[in-house]
């Protein structure tokens, strides 16, 4: 079983709200990503990191920032969330090397911009 | 072109019966390949994962992989009715991001 968890699992907000979505996972990964899925599409790489102090964007990322202060810890904010921010959003873990590649789930945290 | 196509289904067999699940990549040099199943409302999770052209077997699951053809597939032999999911393909970069297909909805008929 994964130990990756992200905080909160649904949350409904107004338009121009601030919002983090909270990852975490104690594996020890190096690797960190978040995804958004919106129902039957795939999911858009949203940001992803390497390691601490490393973050790098991904296709989405255009509207929010991430940190990696601490390797099991890698958050998601929103600055003015609005109702296209509306989806499921997805953290994942791994670890680095080059034929290891299995990517671990968060059970995702449903956001609602109304 | 997306760096991974699948067919989105959906895809119903019987009960008992061989479900074949297909992608293709368009990265040439990408090294690493998964299959992930997501069941409704869940997170993804890993089934397989195949490095090497040729076929790879575990229990009822084999994947195959063929480089040349930069195709991947999945063969689901006797399923059940706990298969039907969605079935994600995912391919790892040159670049050593992931990239992800739509996935193929599978429904197994009892």
């Not at chain 1, 991904?58 to 940190?67: A, C, F, I, K, P």
């Not at chain 1, 994942?92 to 968060?106: D, I, R, W, Y």
């Amino acid at each position: 079983e994964a130990d990756i968890y992200q905080t909160p699992r649904y949350l409904v907000i107004g338009t121009g709200k601030k919002i983090t979505l909270e990852c975490s996972q104690t594996m020890g990964h190096d690797k960190m990503y978040w995804y958004q899925q919106d129902p039957g599409m795939e999911l858009h790489l949203i940001h992803y990191s390497y390691g601490v102090n490393s973050t790098e964007k991904g296709d989405l990322s255009s509207e929010s920032t991430v940190s990696r202060i601490r390797t099991e810890h890698f958050p998601l904010t929103l600055e003015s969330a609005r109702p296209s921010h509306t989806s499921q959003y997805l953290c994942a873990s791994g670890l680095a090397g080059l034929n290891t590649g299995e990517l671990f789930f968060g059970e995702g945290s449903r956001l609602t911009v109304l | 072109q997306k760096e991974v196509e699948q067919n989105s289904g959906p895809l119903s067999v019987p009960e008992g019966a061989i479900a074949s699940l297909n992608c293709t990549y368009s990265d040439r040099g990408s090294q690493s390949f998964f299959w992930y199943r997501q069941y409704s409302g869940k997170s993804p999770e890993l089934i397989m994962f195949i490095y090497s052209n040729g076929d790879k077997e575990d229990g009822r699951f084999t994947a195959q992989l063929n480089k040349a053809s930069q195709y991947v597939s999945l063969l689901i032999r006797d399923s059940q009715p706990s298969d039907s999911a969605t079935y994600l393909c995912a391919v790892k970069s040159t670049g050593n991001q992931f990239y992800f297909g739509t996935g193929t909805s599978l429904t197994v008929i009892p």
